[in-house]
């Protein structure tokens, strides 16, 4: 099914119709490039948008309390505003961004067979009680009490409310396994937040829960979720280093950290120099539904030494001598298997095959949704802004009008944008009436994938230039073969 648009410009009726076809109204071609034109096409005004009339607050200067390069750039690229300590308001060209790295964790969770739901981000203390675990997480949880004087907690995590939802309906061994997951606000009360949103107190989570009915199964889902982030973070461009880690206040004996190396990330880890080497989501593709194949392939991706400060193994760094290599790093990922921890304090019981009791076995499995936008940027920066690899860029391409009082050359720009915008392609049209060389300092900043220049001497010879950011690469291209290269 073609993908369908609603216009508003069609003089016949309001309807949809399909992308890139004939107003199925009006029957008038033109109808749908008028209406992007104009910018009246409401379902095309998220995929695209003119800077004039968009809010993207960028800054000439550099913040002074930030110290990170993301922190910074996040503020002065306008992705986001702080609001309260380590609390953080997610302006519209952050917010784009927050989905699309969303999107792509959503699509790997359902891939691996996860299930999503959604959670509430105040859960009430008693789930916390029933495990044990209201005393034992410390000031870190936010605490609330309401007009009725009932306790409650922002969510830093979701372990016990989930296994007592799951006690409430799963009965039978023949309910299980399964895994579940949702992308939730986390509260905690972090005694130091810092870097913007690397060490928010709020912050966007994937976090997953398996159930299975012994430990067999439940290494099968904590391999089929460990494939899958090596996918996720593949996916957004980035290197994430699997790495044995410690468990923490969640629990449990069998954990990996992901890693992105950065020199500002928190963690010093030590690792083989094989995982130097950037590798495609192509290059993790595995059969999740064979046990053996999972695991051999699991087995491959931890066979090269890669650990966290705290789990350093002297002898086998000694072992590595020129191969092993230092650095610092962001933990984007962690996934834990922690057995019964959660279910046999809640007397939680499935019947078993033979219709003895059994109580089921899981892990965890989080994903630092707005830690990646930090991380992302950390990874891919120049000094003249950030780089967005293209899967996670807010908008695809930038178009940049370098003089707006130049008839012939607004006129090429506007035609541009309308065939990009109803070709599909996501959009950024610098409008507005400012310095050509703002302008383009400004798209630089934001980092978009690719820029189109319209000026009056190009549009004089018939042409327009054609930047691809990441490169700082320029072509000059007649504006038909700019168009086919960006739209194929
Ligand atoms: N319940 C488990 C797995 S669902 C859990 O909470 N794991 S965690 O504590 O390791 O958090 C999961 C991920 O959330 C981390 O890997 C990290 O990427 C992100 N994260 C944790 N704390 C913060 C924070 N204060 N700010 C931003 N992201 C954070």
């Known amino acids: 099914m073609p993908r369908t648009l609603f216009w508003r410009s069609c003089t016949v009726t ?19 490039l008028r209406a992007v034109a104009s910018g009246e096409d409401a379902p095309l005004q998220r995929a695209t948008m003119r800077w004039s009339r968009a809010f993207l607050p960028v800054l000439k200067e550099s913040p002074a309390d930030a ?26 060209l952050g917010f784009r961004v927050l989905r699309k790295i969303e999107e792509i964790v959503r699509e790997e969770q359902d891939r691996a067979g996860a299930i999503e739901m959604l959670m509430p981000t105040l859960q009430a203390a008693d789930y916390w009680r029933a495990t044990g675990r209201y005393d034992a997480y410390g000031p870190e949880m936010l605490r609330i009490t309401d007009r009725q004087e009932r306790e409650l907690v922002y969510g830093p995590t979701n372990e016990d409310m989930l296994t007592a939802i799951v006690q409430g309906s799963v009965k039978s061994y023949r309910d299980l396994p399964r895994t579940l997951y949702h992308i939730q606000w986390k509260f905690r009360d972090e005694i130091r937040p810092r870097f913007g949103v690397m060490r928010g107190r709020e912050f966007l989570m994937k976090d997953a829960y398996s159930f299975d009915l012994d430990e067999a199964g439940a290494r099968i889902s904590y391999n089929r979720m460990f494939v899958a982030y090596l996918r996720t973070f593949a996916r957004m461009g980035l290197r994430a280093i699997p790495m044995q880690a410690d468990t923490g206040p969640i629990g449990g004996d069998l954990s990996h950290e992901f890693i992105i190396l950065a020199p500002s990330g928190e963690s010093e880890v030590l690792f083989h120099k094989s995982w130097e080497t950037l590798r495609a989501a192509e290059d993790y593709a595995v059969d999740a539904d064979d046990p053996v194949a999972l695991q051999a392939f699991v087995d491959s991706m931890t066979a090269d030494y890669a650990a966290t400060d705290e789990k350093r193994d002297e002898a086998r760094e000694a072992e590595l001598g020129g191969d092993l290599r230092q650095s610092r790093g962001i933990e984007v990922g962690h996934i834990f298997y922690f057995g019964d921890k959660y279910t046999k304090p809640l ?27 930090g991380a992302i940027i950390e990874a891919s920066h120049d000094e003249a802004g950030i780089i967005w690899p293209e899967p996670v860029a807010p908008w695809r391409v930038g178009i940049v009008t370098m003089r707006a009082d130049d008839q012939p050359s607004v006129a090429a720009a506007d035609d541009l944008f309308a065939r990009l915008a109803s070709a599909g392609v996501e959009t950024l049209y610098d409008d507005r009436d400012e310095r050509g060389g703002a302008k383009l300092a400004s798209m630089d900043l934001i980092g978009l994938p690719w820029q189109v220049i319209v000026g009056p001497r190009g549009i004089a010879s018939g042409t327009v230039e054609l930047k691809r950011r990441s490169t700082g690469e320029r072509e000059e291209l007649s504006m038909e073969s700019a168009l086919a290269r960006l739209t194929t």
């Open 14 to 32: 309001r309807g949809f119709a399909p992308a890139q076809l004939l107003c199925v109204a009006c029957g008038d071609p033109d109808t749908i």
């Open 67 to 92: 110290q990170i390069i993301s922190h910074k750039l996040m503020l002065r690229a306008g992705l986001v505003r702080q609001t309260a300590a380590g609390i953080y308001a997610w302006l519209p």
């Open 347 to 373: 007397g939680f019981t499935v019947s078993g095959q033979g219709g003895q009791p059994v109580t089921p076995v899981g892990g965890s499995y989080g994903i630092g949704v707005s830690r990646l936008v």
